[in-house]
């Protein structure tokens, strides 16, 4: 089944521009993960925030985790026509299985030259 | 460093055919390892993970089943496929801590 929920499912900016992704989710987690998939191609993993953090940094990727609200954002700032791609959110739930993420459905971002 | 490999890349096989795909890694031992299918325009489903050789867990009921023959290598298999098992399929893997895992390329199937 899907915990995360990612908003919106597409968003379409100009270079240079930020790109805000949205991800709600309904149980407990250990951690949220954000993952990168090009059109056709396997995911790629961009950045872990873990349940007892609220802010996190790498390159251009800021990720915020609110357990309160159980929400997460990624922030892609600047962003490149490089960056056009799906993006999704991914839980490790407490409680459960040490070993499964779920995955959200995923927002399709499209950065126009 | 570690690498995954998945083929085929595509395949189209006839309702009712059979089915194997193939999932390797390089670089590393003892992975946890995960089969994923991912429909048009929807997020990754999982199907099957493993965490030894010869230790499946399935998440779905469906004629699909997997086997992990060797450490490092995983495979998905079907006796006899439905138009419904058309999608992209996604291997994973991952080595304990950290959490995240690493995909594999993926196979495209379409059944006709």
């Known amino acids: 089944s899907q915990q995360g929920e990612e908003d919106p499912q597409a968003l379409s900016i100009q270079e240079g521009e930020n790109a805000t992704m949205n991800c709600s989710y309904k149980?407990?987690?250990?951690?949220l993960q954000w993952y990168r998939q090009n059109s056709g191609r396997g995911l790629v993993h961009l950045i872990l925030?873990?349940?007892?953090?609220r802010e996190k940094h790498s390159g251009r990727l800021r990720v915020t985790l609110d357990t309160s609200k159980k929400s997460s954002s990624l922030l892609i700032t600047a962003s490149r026509a490089a960056d056009t791609a799906s993006y999704f959110c991914?839980?490790?739930?407490?409680?459960?299985?040490?070993?499964?993420?779920?995955f959200g459905k995923g927002t399709l971002l499209t950065v126009n030259p | 460093s570690q690498t995954i490999h998945q083929w085929p890349a595509t395949l189209v096989q006839p309702v009712g055919s059979p089915l194997s795909l193939e999932c390797t890694v390089e670089?590393?031992?003892?992975?946890?390892l995960y089969w994923y299918r991912q429909a048009a325009g929807r997020g990754l489903q999982l199907l099957f993970y493993?965490?030894?050789?010869?230790?499946i867990s399935s998440e779905v009921p469906q004629n699909l089943s997997a086997s992990r023959p060797q450490d490092r290598q995983f495979i998905l298999s079907s006796k006899k496929l439905l138009l419904s098992d058309s999608g992209f399929y996604l291997c994973?893997?991952?080595?304990?801590?950290?959490?995240?895992?690493?995909f594999g390329p993926g196979t495209r199937l379409t059944v006709t």
């Open positions: 994973a893997w991952r080595a304990g801590l950290p959490f995240e895992q690493y």
């Open positions: 925030i873990r349940s007892n953090e």
């Open positions: 670089g590393t031992s003892n992975p946890n």
């Open positions: 493993s965490v030894g050789i010869g230790q």
């Open positions: 149980t407990s987690i250990n951690n």
């Open positions: 991914a839980t490790q739930n407490s409680g459960g299985s040490n070993y499964k993420l779920t």
